[in-house]
């Protein structure tokens, strides 16, 4: 009966054992940003998405004066 406590008391304390816990958290989470990354290369290297990003660019480098008259 002792030889199963000892077993069990060798459990919960592997179990218990939280060392490294975090590390792993920050390689999951690590990994989960490299992945999001990988993903908005792919989207950013798609033809309409450099047309978007192109014309937002230009409009906001294009100065219009909204309170002049002679524009419309």
Same mark, same amino acid.
């Given at each position: 009966m002792n030889n199963r406590n000892s077993a069990l008391h060798k $459990? *919960? =304390?592997w179990l218990g054992n939280d060392s490294g816990a975090a590390t792993a958290e920050y390689a999951i989470a690590t990994m989960a940003a490299v992945g999001f990354a990988g993903l908005l290369v792919i989207i950013m290297r798609s033809?309409?998405?450099?047309?978007?990003? $192109?014309? $937002?660019? *230009?409009?906001? $480098? =294009?100065?219009?004066?909204p309170n002049d008259a002679s524009a419309d």
């Open positions: $459990l *919960r =304390t033809d309409e998405v450099k047309e978007i990003l $192109l014309d $937002l660019v *230009r409009s906001a $480098l =294009t100065f219009t004066n």
